[in-house]
């Protein structure tokens, strides 16, 4: 029965509206209304494709209206949109906003709302009545239908074009339906016949423009086949047309379900379909034919429409949910584009007469409904129309941060940044070195304006350089406002830095080793970038207790393959031990070398002097015969054959192995006569050196001398110098005439007469 409730001449709005090409405007129905209220069906959510870019939306401020929390959109078209929701004793509310003003008028009549792609109102009672209601600006028309009575019991609404019904009507016969098309033309009910067929099980109307429509049926394959099918067909004919649709199979798909969707415009058309069990988003128009396949976390995604050159589809789920899923949009005509978020989640999609969509969901910044249109770039993006005012809860939406870095360089600083989904929240920082454990934690400061928060690291974890290898960071952005929980996001960073023979933690850095009268061994970490000419200690460790049984220690170098220094130790019966260095400050248990080591006045390592990359040792005997002990990179036994490099080295007292101070392939030599000359040996490369060279006199003023490897992280081996008056960083300068320079350092100042062996 048809109720006319208005003027009786009015005509279908179908005929009349907006041209053919109305992008994605002409999505009619998306989803079955079954749910009520337009909402999405959400059969599961699921996580994010892998590829996704950056979100574009309007923030909050920006939205005039509000809308209710629990509020989903069903409908829109040019003055105004249909929402739905639950009022305190459970019953469904239907609201008509418009756009003018920010009004806010009650749909009386019926509890469940369709999406008409227009100004029309459609509602059921969730029997067989149905409303219609002309919403635009001074128009006063409306009707109500009954489908029982207009057709038979059982006939049932499956999708609405304007103010033309789409009716699915038993037969009669088994499972069998047929699909009717129900208009007023000049105040009279029209009945058209559409299918020329009877199917069984269902049809959906799911796409559909002024002139074209497309209709999902499940179907048998054959009529005696137990096999079903869902089907997507279409008319060729206008929507008005007393025609048959024109049926054409879209293929062998999955049996049809609720979440079952497609979309029509001018250029395309699209539909889901699962094949091997892989869910697919196919895509057809004028030289373009399209599958993307979805993962296992995506095999719920419904289409949500299709703006110009761009498909929009997700999981749809509501903000309650435990997981949720974006609204993604993606091109139909680059496969290999990658899809991005236009919004966080949605659950429920309106396409509205231009060809945009009305989605309610969310982005980071803002909870509420989002118009979707193309923007400038042709491609769509999200501006939000009216804000539920929620304050959500904070989100890491980007972070900036190395996965590698060298700290080689003096001066290097770690730029890291992070963007929130709000800036009222604090930021806590922890860095933290895979290997050792030790932690760098910092509160960053509040950004002066935006929501990205900055640190940049000096490179120093607890006090000294940072040593090598792997890190992990983790950020902890708490609420400021105490709504939501913590969000937190985590990395990976890897810091290199060159090896240095005097290290003994892998931190690139110089370590000095020195003995006190009780016999405990201390190491004092250096920072490697002078500052004003002054080096500077970082941190002072101690090793152990018991060292004064030595009369002899020297940091050898890498002598076992590590990436860190050794040491060699001599007891008083002539014992030579070796200690490998473990990496992190301390050294393992200790190896015999050898004994008879007694002959030797000075023993001094640490030194490369064959140029093979291993660090060598030189030991003189009381005769004044200076022996040469290539290291093997063995760890238990770590020297070949000792070789004789030559006599007369009884005039020093002080002989120190620096390392490739002036520029040749090998390690060089410094040695003090007891005069307080100090002079240069140039290695030749095959563990013997060239002519010795003068350096300078006054070096009795120190009581040791030690080659320090790299202390000022300019790629040249430095020497320090340790009286009981000063001590000094000599700074290596590349020349052989002038091969130093001094620079002052804290590193044992008023301590001169403190310890008995520095190494």
């Known amino acids: 029965m048809c109720v006319q409730l208005g003027s009786p001449g009015r005509t279908s709005l179908a005929s009349i509206r907006t041209t053919r090409r109305r992008l994605g405007a002409c999505v009619a129905t998306v989803i079955a209304v079954t749910l009520g209220a337009g909402a999405l069906a959400s059969p599961g959510a699921a996580a994010a494709p892998a590829a996704v870019t950056g979100v574009t939306a309007a923030s909050a401020t920006t939205a ?5 929390l629990d509020a989903e959109i069903v409908s829109t078209g040019d003055t105004g ?24 008028l009650p749909i009386v009549d019926g509890t469940m709302g369709y999406d008409s792609d227009s100004d029309i109102v459609v509602t059921g009672d969730g029997g067989s009545t149905v409303f219609l209601r002309d919403m635009s600006e001074g128009a006063t028309w409306s009707a109500s239908y009954d489908l029982a009575s207009e057709f038979k019991p059982g006939a049932k609404l499956v999708g609405v074009v304007g103010d033309d019904l789409f009716v699915k009507v038993p037969t009669g016969s088994g499972d069998y339906h047929e699909l009717w098309q129900l208009a007023q033309v000049d105040g ?34 054959f009529p005696s086949s137990a096999t079903f099918r869902t089907e997507y067909w279409r008319t060729r004919t206008t929507v008005n047309s007393d025609d048959p649709i024109e049926w054409g199979s879209g293929g062998n798909i999955a049996p049809w379900t ?24 196919v895509v057809d128009g004028t030289g373009v034919h399209q599958r993307f396949a979805m993962d296992s976390s995506m095999s719920a995604a419904v289409i949500a429409g299709i703006t110009r050159d ?43 007469p231009d060809g945009g969509l009305l989605v309610r969901g969310a982005t980071a910044e803002a909870d509420g409904l989002f118009r979707i249109w193309e923007g400038d770039d042709g491609l769509p993006s999200a501006t939000l129309v009216a804000s539920t005012g929620r304050v959500l809860a904070v989100k890491v939406t ?39 454990g030790k932690k760098l934690t910092q509160r960053l400061p509040q950004p002066a304006s935006g929501s990205r928060f900055a640190f940049v690291w000096d490179g120093v974890l607890e006090g000294i350089s940072a040593p090598n290898g792997a890190y992990t960071w983790q950020i902890t952005a708490t609420p400021a406002d105490g709504v939501g929980a913590p969000a937190t996001a985590q990395g990976s960073l890897q810091v290199s830095r060159q090896a240095n023979p005097h290290d003994v933690n892998d931190n690139g850095s110089t370590d000095v080793l020195a003995r006190d009268a009780s016999g405990a061994l201390w190491r004092d970490d250096l920072l490697d970038w002078p500052s004003g000419s002054q080096v500077a200690t970082a941190k002072r460790t101690k090793i152990g207790n018991g060292w004064q049984v030595y009369n002899q220690i020297e940091a050898a170098g890498n002598l076992a393959g590590t990436s860190t220094g050794d040491l060699v130790a001599r007891d008083t019966s002539g014992v030579l031990w070796m200690y490998l260095g473990r990496g992190d400050g301390t050294f393992a248990t200790r190896v015999k070398v050898g004994n008879g080591w007694q002959i030797y006045k ?3 390592a640490g030194s490369d002097l064959d140029g093979d990359g291993r660090s060598d040792l030189l030991g003189a005997d009381a005769s004044g015969v200076l022996w040469f002990y290539k290291g093997t990179g063995s760890s238990s036994a770590p020297f070949a054959t000792r070789v004789k490099v030559g006599g007369g080295w009884q005039v020093y007292n002080e002989l120190a192995a620096v390392g490739n101070i002036a520029g040749t392939t090998a390690g060089d030599l410094v040695a003090r006569d007891t005069s307080g000359v100090l002079w240069l040996y140039q290695g030749n490369g095959k563990g013997n050196f060239a002519a010795r060279v003068r350096i300078g006199s006054g070096w009795n003023a120190f009581s040791h001398l030690v080659g320090a490897g790299d202390v000022t992280a300019d790629g040249r081996p430095d020497l320090v110098a340790y009286g009981p008056n000063s001590t000094y ?7 052989t005439t002038a091969p130093f320079t001094r620079l002052t350092t804290n590193l044992y100042a008023g301590e001169g007469s403190k310890f008995n062996s520095i190494a």
């Open 64 to 68: 005039e209206t509000t809308l209710p």
């Open 81 to 104: 949109y249909l929402t739905s929701r639950t009022d305190g004793s459970g019953s469904k509310v239907l609201e008509w906003h418009k756009y003018a003003d920010g009004s806010v």
């Open 188 to 221: 009279v009910a029209k009945k058209t016949k559409r299918s020329s067929n009877p199917y069984s099980i269902d049809f959906k109307v799911v796409a559909s423009t002024s002139d074209v429509m497309i209709v999902l049926s499940s179907n048998r394959v």
């Open 258 to 281: 609720q979440a079952s969707t497609g979309a029509y415009t001018a250029d395309y058309e699209a539909s889901v379909e699962y094949r091997n069990g892989v869910t697919e988003l």
């Open 310 to 352: 761009s498909l929009l589809y997700g999981v749809p789920g509501k903000a309650a949910d435990e997981k949720l899923s974006p609204l993604y949009a993606r091109s139909v005509k680059d496969s290999t584009a990658a899809p991005y978020k236009l919004l966080e989640h949605f659950s429920s999609v309106a396409h509205a």
């Open 398 to 436: 980007g972070s900036q941060a190395p996965t590698a870095v060298s700290l080689e360089k003096p001066g290097t600083t770690v730029p890291m940044e992070w963007t929130l989904s709000r800036a009222n929240a604090t930021v806590d920082l922890t860095l933290t070195h895979t290997a050792t």
């Open 602 to 604: 000075k023993i001094t």
């Open 729 to 735: 960083v000599y700074r290596s300068t590349g020349s």
